[in-house]
């Protein structure tokens, strides 16, 4: 108990330097260009700025928090939020190493996998975006090409589907209710299928409801 008491300390200390430090690399730059061009803003354009986008990213950072954390572990959850890109990446990633390992997330064991998973996930996407950069203006011709726009539009779909065959497939009959409705809403409202951040968390509590149901009903 005393090592695992050490670990997580540890954990929450290098985790929260981590954070504060990408934090301070986030605002550093657009300081450091007002500073050398001699251009502010005004507090009153960021604010207006701020006023549109803000509540939007508030609330999905506050929702992936309560939802991806549970999954990630302590570790994982600081290093895929320093790195980001956690709907696309880092969740998958996780998910599918715990799966082929047959730990569960919570666990102990998911805490390690999940760590190592997202983290050869953080550097094998630096390392992709370094030598996307050094060959973009090569590559630029082929990357627009309208042969590979489906493909680049179903990344997220791809991703997201063969998680969803892994574990539709073990509890098909959880699923239906939450696949019902995300159905019949982007059916009925198209525009928000770019709305995953702050549909996830709904599906999730529409399959806990669901679950609950079938539970007290003996159908699980």
């Known amino acids: 108990m005393k090592t695992n008491r050490t670990y997580e300390d540890k954990t929450h200390l290098y985790g ?27 507090w009153t354009p960021v604010l207006k700025g701020l006023l549109g986008v803000a509540p939007i990213f508030w609330t999905v950072g506050l929702i992936e928090v309560l939802t991806f954390v549970p999954m990630l572990g302590t570790a994982g959850s600081y290093l895929a939020f320093v790195t980001g890109n956690l709907t696309n990446l880092k969740v998958p990633a996780a998910l599918t190493a715990m799966e082929n390992m047959k730990v569960k997330p919570g666990s102990e064991e ?19 975006i370094a030598v996307g950069v050094a060959l973009l203006v090569p590559l630029t011709p082929i990357l627009n090409s309208p042969l590979l726009k489906p493909a ?4 997220l779909p791809s991703l997201f589907g063969g998680l969803a ?54 159908k699980l």
Do not use: H, Q
């Not at 680049?152 to 990344?155: E, H």
């Open 16 to 42: 929260r330097i981590w954070i504060l430090t990408a934090l301070i690399m986030i605002f550093s730059f657009p300081v450091a260009a007002c500073i050398y061009y001699d251009a502010w803003p005004g």
């Open 110 to 128: 998911g805490e390690v996998v999940s760590t190592i998973a997202i983290a050869t996930s953080s550097i094998v996407t630096t390392l992709i």
């Open 152 to 155: 680049f539009d179903n990344i």
């Open 165 to 218: 065959v892994v574990y539709v497939s073990k509890n098909w009959k959880i699923s239906i209710a939450p696949l019902i409705f995300m159905i019949v809403l982007f059916l009925l409202v198209p525009s928000l299928s770019g709305s995953v951040g702050v549909l996830v968390p709904v599906g999730a509590l529409i399959a806990i409801g669901g679950a609950r149901i079938l539970y007290k009903k003996g």
